[in-house]
């Protein structure tokens, strides 16, 4: 489910940060999202303990 923020940004999905060792799913999702054309990148949202994939500007 994406999310929009008050400043054009989407979080088009949200990973749990203890994920096992040498597992990244939130980078193969934005991997996925970016060769369907959709400029997605990971941030860490540190207030949930999760990483983001995200589009457009998100506010910190």
Known sequence: MAT???QSGSVLERFPAG????SWPAEEYAATQRA???NAQVVMDLR???F???TGTIPE
């Open 4 to 6: 929009t923020t008050a």
């Open 19 to 22: 994920g096992p060792r040498g």
């Open 36 to 38: 369907q054309g959709t």
């Open 48 to 50: 949930s303990d999760q």
């Open 52 to 54: 983001l994939v995200v």
